[in-house]
């Protein structure tokens, strides 16, 4: 009786792990929230309007605010790197237009398009207009929020909501976040999603969230 006791415990703990294990490896293939992007279509049932806009631009944060975008973007006058955002190594700086300073120019060492390490772990980000943001659309260490009333402020953007929208779904640049290379992960969804959700939001009026 013991034994026949001990054997179904067994039976159920056997069961119990696999059943773990089946659901760790499930979660593992389903695709997190932080690595997707929406389409617009996914807030269409939010009814307040102003609300709707906060949501679409929280999702366009997916991309402004990550590693890829973040590290052009920087708050000091160097480019940042990697996940972790560290200093650019070799060190340079901004230099005018944001193009390196004589002798270190950014096209010392960003070509025209991306090209793969021989060994096949890595890649050298390449784009013909690669440069830094101007200081004054520098994103590194701000709240969405701030992001937001900046990229609506024409004197730090540059540009009119119309430009942006155009700006993101079709500029060169930008997409280079969904293509950067051997080595590094790209920034979520697509750039044409990217560029729905920029229209969206203006269309909804281009709501800023909190903080």
Do not use: Y
């Amino acid at each position: 009786m013991q034994r026949l006791t001990l054997s179904i415990v067994s039976a159920v703990l056997a069961a119990a792990t696999v059943t773990f294990s089946v659901g760790v490896a499930i979660a593992a293939n389903e695709p997190d929230a932080a690595t997707t992007l929406q389409k617009p279509e996914a807030f269409e049932s939010i009814q307040d309007e102003r609300e709707r806009s906060v949501a679409l631009f929280n999702e366009m944060g997916k991309v402004l605010t990550h590693p890829r975008c973040v590290a052009c973007h920087p708050a000091g006058d160097s480019p940042l790197q990697g996940m972790a955002l560290q200093k650019h190594e070799p060190p340079v700086v901004r230099g005018q237009g944001g193009m390196g300073a004589p002798g270190m120019r950014c096209m010392t060492c960003h070509g025209q398009e991306n090209v793969a390490f021989s060994s096949g772990e890595g890649s050298i980000p390449g784009h013909p207009r690669w440069h830094l943001a101007p200081r004054e659309q520098a994103w590194e260490g701000k709240s969405l929020a701030s992001i937001c009333e900046q990229l609506k402020d024409q004197e730090r953007s540059h540009k009119t909501l119309e430009e942006l929208q155009k700006h993101n779904a079709s500029d060169t640049l930008v997409g280079w976040g969904w293509n950067p290379g051997e080595g590094r992960i790209p920034v979520p969804g697509t750039q044409e999603i990217f560029g729905n959700l920029t229209r969206a939001w203006i269309d909804t009026g281009a709501a800023c969230p909190e903080g």
